[in-house]
């Protein structure tokens, strides 16, 4: 093979892993930036605490945005729902969700925070919750799904173990007659219902800084195969 057809190959490859290194860089970089925003915003809300009707979860336009919301409704009698692999202090737990029924607006999930797993994984009872509630709290996006593999939530006991909160799939083996709302709600951690809560947005994921990191290792990588496509070029030329 002549040297011209070696180089041709041999920076096409290069130019390949360079695009896809910085663009791996770049995705890294715009994640840092989408949580620093959402971190920002809530952090402005929950200084705030200023409280809206709970109907606002209802409104699809804010479906990613963050509100500190009060009202009154019912805990619907289905189930609990309990999301799988939930680490809290370097233990291993769900979360468990209920459905409410506020008095205006669309129904939704309620946060009601993290329970331990057993040893041979049995899944906690989550308590019912009777009569009339007043709930405060800050709504806010489901938890982030990742790679959505497999079915979203199955059948346990008198609830449902989850894999991800994917609403529409909720609603559906629920029996809910109308759609859940887009939003969460994240319960105050001074009400004295539900169980070991905060209002930390990234617990079970990556902070803005991981992602800084990632992107720079990426773009360094970017760097590192230009820098050596360029020498082992410059050194063919030169024999």
Do not use: C
Not at 58 to 78: M, P
């Amino acid at each position: 093979m002549s040297r011209g057809a070696t180089l041709w190959i041999g920076w096409t490859l290069a130019l390949l892993a360079i695009a896809g290194f910085a663009r791996l860089g770049w995705w890294q970089s715009q994640r840092a930036l989408e949580k620093q925003r959402m971190l920002d915003e809530a952090a402005r809300v929950l200084s705030e605490r200023a409280p809206r009707p709970l109907a606002i979860a209802s409104d699809a336009t804010r479906a990613r945005a963050y509100d500190w919301a009060e009202g009154r409704g019912r805990f619907d009698a289905r189930g609990p729902l309990l999301l799988d692999n939930q680490q809290r202090g370097g233990r291993v737990g769900v979360r468990a969700y209920r459905i409410f029924v506020p008095e205006a607006g669309a129904p939704l999930l309620v946060d009601l925070g993290w329970l331990p797993l057993a040893g041979e994984r049995s899944l906690p009872a989550v308590a019912r919750l009777e009569g009339e509630r007043t709930l405060r709290g800050l709504l806010a996006p489901p938890p982030s799904a990742g790679l959505a593999l497999g079915a979203p939530l199955a059948r346990q006991g008198e609830g449902w173990l989850m894999t991800r909160v994917d609403l529409a799939a909720i609603a559906g083996a629920t029996g809910l007659s109308v759609p859940l709302a887009p939003r969460v709600l994240r319960l105050d951690p001074a009400l004295p219902i539900g169980y070991e809560r905060d209002l930390a947005l990234l617990a079970n994921t990556l902070p803005p800084e991981k992602h800084r990191g990632y992107a720079v290792q990426w773009f360094a990588l970017a760097a590192a195969v230009l820098v050596t496509a360029v020498l082992l070029t410059v050194r063919s030329l030169r024999r």
